[in-house]
């Protein structure tokens, strides 16, 4: 069975600080791992990893992925207010059976 | 640009009752998914289907249909509501073979 575990469960830090989340899995025929952005209604899209040790980066937030180890971390500078959120990992299974099993989150509340 | 949009965004249903909540999406995406979302549990699959006329099990199917009669759609229905069927109800589409997946913005249901 499919597993994605992400820690910690829930952050709380001051605007201005740097944050890291960690999402590690066990996945048959692992395809890509996608990182989420959930507010109040529908997760928005971050990232997708299909490459060990490749850096995707858009603006205040990166992303890096480790096949051998089965994990990847989501890193964010600089917090502001509109980061908190729920950050959740899926990841993919390939090979004709394209399904994405998540993780439980990691809520991330920033203080002014 | 509507995306993916969800019909209704709440409902309060009584055990036994049915419904049937709607999904459509204006991508042309061939793949389309329903998940629920309940505390501490992150997504979970309930159906999917890869284009029309064609739909597969996930990972909690059980008291939940679905039908895929075009492209466009894809309703959820559930026959008989249980109180375990309360939860925030999502449907997603994307194109066959790629990521991401884009979400609408939820039904939040309760079954009392």
């Known amino acids: 069975e499919d597993k994605v575990v992400q820690s910690p469960l829930s952050l709380v830090v001051h605007e201005g600080d740097t944050v890291t989340l960690n999402c590690s899995y066990e996945v048959t025929n692992f395809r890509s791992l996608l990182w989420y952005k959930q507010e109040k209604k529908a997760p928005t899209f971050l990232f997708m990893l299909t490459s060990s040790g490749i850096e995707k980066k858009s603006g205040r937030l990166s992303s890096i992925l480790d096949k051998k180890e089965l994990f990847s971390i989501l890193n964010i500078t600089a917090t502001q207010t509109g980061d908190s959120a729920v950050y959740l990992c899926?990841?993919?299974?390939?090979?004709?059976?394209?399904?994405?099993?998540f993780g439980t989150g990691t809520r991330l509340t920033i203080i002014p | 640009n509507a995306g993916v949009t969800q019909t209704p965004k709440f409902q309060v249903l009584k055990t036994g009752q049915s419904m049937t909540l709607q999904c459509a999406q204006d991508m042309n995406h061939e793949y389309m998914s329903w998940y629920r979302q309940d505390p501490g549990m992150g997504l979970r699959l309930i159906h999917y289907s890869v284009g029309a006329g064609i739909t597969d099990q996930g990972e909690v199917p059980n008291g939940y249909n679905v039908s895929r009669s075009t492209t466009e759609d894809f309703p959820l229905r559930l026959l008989s509501a249980a109180p375990s069927q309360t939860s925030v109800y999502f449907c997603?589409?994307?194109?066959?073979?790629?990521?991401?997946?884009?979400f609408g913005d939820g039904t939040r249901l309760s079954i009392l």
């Open positions: 997603a589409s994307r194109r066959v073979d790629t990521q991401p997946q884009h």
């Open positions: 899926a990841v993919e299974r390939g090979f004709g059976n394209e399904k994405l099993t």
